[in-house]
């Protein structure tokens, strides 16, 4: 299994931009999704997780700012980020609790993509 994040990249602070994960491989079913951060010299942040079944969670940082949404035909899930501040700069990792063909779920991570924020 492998997930690819996309859509990073340099944005001014106000501004938008459009992350998605698309999940590949012999998969059975996908449970959770979601997409954490990572800034330099911080720790791992989780931002905002999606069930199969649509129910999401976001951290108080984001709340009203971001949207996560997923496409269950297409494994994939969007991370929809308005209003940009140069906070907001880091990694951004997609993560998926996958189950495939062979195998339990197990949680997978993506190489992430980067988000810069200009103030």
């Known amino acids: 299994v492998q997930l690819q994040a996309s859509g990073g990249g340099l944005v001014q602070a106000g501004g938008s931009l459009r992350l998605s994960c698309v999940a590949a491989?012999?998969?059975?079913?996908?449970?959770?999704m979601g997409w954490y951060r990572q800034a330099p010299g911080k720790q791992r942040e989780l931002v905002a997780a999606?069930?199969?079944?649509?129910?999401?969670d976001y951290a108080d940082s984001v709340k009203g700012q971001f949207t996560i949404s997923r496409d269950n035909a297409k494994n994939t899930v969007y991370l929809q980020m308005n209003n940009l501040k140069p906070e907001d700069t880091a990694v951004y990792y997609c993560?998926?609790?996958?189950?495939?063909?062979?195998?339990?779920?197990?949680?997978?991570w993506g190489k992430g993509t980067q988000v810069t924020v200009s103030s």
């Open positions: 993560n998926a609790n996958i189950a495939t063909m062979t195998s339990r779920s197990m949680y997978y």
């Open positions: 491989g012999s998969i059975f079913s996908i449970n959770v």
């Open positions: 999606i069930t199969s079944g649509g129910s999401t």
